[in-house]
T-cell receptor, first 115, second 112 residues
Framework: DTEVTQTPKHLVMGMTNKKSLKCEQH?????MYWYKQKAKKPPELMFV???????INESVPSRFSPECPNSSLLNLHLHALQPEDSALYLC??????????????FGQGTRLTVV | SQQGEEDPQALSIQEGENATMNCSYK?????LQWYRQNSGRGLVHLIL?????REKHSGRLRVTLDTSKKSSSLLITASRAADTASYFC????????????FGTGTRLTIIP
């Protein structure tokens, strides 16, 4: 199984809502990522988890809150978002540095619209 | 922040021709990877080249890496309509973490 599964595929939320994005992988990968991608732009790194610990936070606003409950799951909790946060949110996983920095596997993304 | 700049930003070629995309980056890397993205969905890994390698092949793909110039190129030979997509280079950090940073991307269109 070389899949990274993201749910939901689409999400529309109001600025006062709280929602969560979910990501799951069963490849035994120990590094997991959240990226944000705006239209016609490259993916922009938000967070990296390494061995279930947050290792990189790219100065992301606190209205985005990541969580890694176990080695297979990654969540992104959303609260009080702004319309400019509308984007494609991508989750990825890789074997990480312990295995020599191999390729990342991406999910299909959650297309988020904030109204 | 973006690690890499890619050029061209957009490229249109006839089916059967070769396509070349270039990537430049700024800091020391462990490896450089190329990804393809169709229609703004998930990215698919194409090829990985390590910092101690100079050239790598995979099917119709050829990647080169010049660490002295901090640049890489991706060549797709005998292009097909299905190769129409956005292509991104991504650099893996050499600073003991799993940071993977994407370049600006090239939008490739193959004209049948």
């Amino acid at each position: 199984d070389t899949e990274v599964t993201q749910t939901p595929k689409h999400l529309v939320m109001g600025m006062t809502n709280k929602k969560s994005l979910k990501c799951e992988q069963h490849m035994g990968h120990r590094a997991m990522y959240w990226y944000k991608q705006k239209a016609k732009k490259p993916p922009e790194l938000m967070f990296v988890y390494s061995y279930e610990k947050l290792s990189i936070n790219e100065s992301v606003p606190s209205r985005f809150s990541p969580e890694c409950p176990n080695s297979s799951l990654l969540n992104l909790h959303l609260h009080a978002l702004q319309p400019e946060d509308s984007a494609l949110y991508l989750c990825a996983s890789s074997q990480g540095r312990a295995r020599g920095y191999t390729e990342a596997f991406f999910g299909q993304g959650t297309r988020l619209t904030v109204v | 922040s973006q690690q890499g700049e890619e050029d061209p930003q957009a490229l249109s070629i006839q089916e059967g021709e070769n396509a070349t995309m270039n990537c430049s980056y700024k800091t020391s890397i462990n490896n450089l990877q190329w990804y393809r993205q169709n229609s703004g969905r998930g990215l698919v890994h194409l090829i990985l080249i390590r910092s101690n390698e100079r050239e790598k092949h995979s099917g119709r793909l050829r990647v080169t890496l010049d660490t002295s110039k901090k640049s890489s190129s991706l060549l797709i030979t005998a292009s097909r309509a299905a190769d129409t997509a956005s292509y991104f280079c991504a650099t893996a950090s050499n600073f003991g973490n799993e940071k993977l940073t994407f370049g600006t991307g090239t939008r490739l269109t193959i004209i049948p």
